[in-house]
């Protein structure tokens, strides 16, 4: 994996070397900031308009100024997939933080926001889109806002940790048994030939790829159903499957001990991930 040598940063471009922050930075002492992450494919961004749009309403969230005015982000980001020389598949990282300040929970009177965009290789994960990955259920223990995507991912961490060491893909989060999203992806539960995932409430992340398969669902008449699904539901699903910008529409096989429909991944999941391919060209 090649990490590109220019960072865009709230000022300018800079090495990758040069790039340093204070001890005193807000994002690391109290995750006082926000991020996205953002797919390339063949040297062009997916779904660019509504990462960028989400930024701007998390920043509105926490009262951050994004240091650059839309049309100039959207301009900054384009060069630095051109600096970098970017062809191929890759992320581009992007976190806003409020500064550095001395050491205060309260905002700095004049925040100064530190702002970096990387962009890394991400080949996209073709194996496991065939096969199908394993997953685990975990509580929700997050805080009442996870629409902003904030930096303080602690809980995601932890979930997404407990997946990793018992094998598995992802930690499929619920609260008392009703299913909110995982640890870094949104979730979907098929049955019947309908599709249903959690309402785009304030305690879930809005997805770019979500609104993505809402609009897949809408173009193949699936019924897309905006209501949480239960921890219950899931030993009678036919095919449940998660999205995020990095997993693309990844079929969910087995949850826990529990194998989901006949163990492969479904129609539904199938023809998703071939409208994703289509809309991702
Ligand atoms: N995560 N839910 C959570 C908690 C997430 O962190 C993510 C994305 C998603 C899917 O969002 P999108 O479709 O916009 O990628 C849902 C990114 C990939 C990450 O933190 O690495």
């Known amino acids: 994996m090649t990490i590109y040598n220019q960072i865009l940063t709230e ?3 800079v090495q990758q070397d040069r790039l340093t922050y204070p001890f005193e ?8 900031g926000i991020y996205e992450v953002i797919r390339v494919y063949n040297g062009s961004y997916y779904l660019i308009d509504e990462h960028v749009e989400r930024l701007y309403r998390s920043a509105d969230a926490i009262k951050l100024t994004v240091p650059y ?16 020389d970017i062809q191929g598949d890759a992320k581009v990282y992007l976190q806003i933080t ?3 300040a001395p050491r205060d929970h309260a905002f700095p009177a004049i925040p100064q926001p530190n702002m970096y965009a990387y962009v890394k290789d991400l080949p996209r994960p ?5 096969t199908g990955v394993h997953a685990i259920t975990q509580p929700d223990v997050r805080w009442d ?7 303080n991912l602690l809980p995601n961490v932890l979930a997404k940790q407990t997946a990793k060491e018992q094998g598995c893909f992802e930690a499929i989060l619920h609260k008392e048994g009703e299913v909110t999203e995982c640890s870094s992806s949104n979730v979907y539960l098929v049955k ?27 173009e193949e008449s699936i019924p897309f159903i905006e209501k949480a699904f239960h921890l219950d539901d899931i030993q009678n699903a036919d095919e449940i499957f998660l999205s995020s910008s990095t997993a693309e529409v990844m079929p969910i096989i087995q949850i826990g001990e529990q194998t989901i429909g006949n ?14 391919e289509k809309d991702a060209k």
């Open 98 to 100: 409020r500064g550095s």
């Open 126 to 130: 073709v194996e496991k889109l065939k």
């Open 192 to 218: 019947d030939g309908k599709v249903h995932t959690h309402p785009p409430k304030k305690n879930i992340l809005h997805g770019c790829v979500r609104l993505g398969i809402e609009r897949f669902c809408e």
């Open 69 to 84: 005015p839309k049309e100039d982000l959207y301009h900054h980001l384009e060069k630095l997939l051109k600096v970098n």
């Open 11 to 13: 000022k300018e471009f």
């Open 145 to 151: 806002w996870c629409y902003i995507k904030s930096l």
């Open 263 to 276: 163990g492969e991944p479904g129609n539904i999941t199938r023809t998703l991930q071939k409208c994703y």
């Open 25 to 32: 930075e807000r994002g690391l002492q109290f995750g006082d």
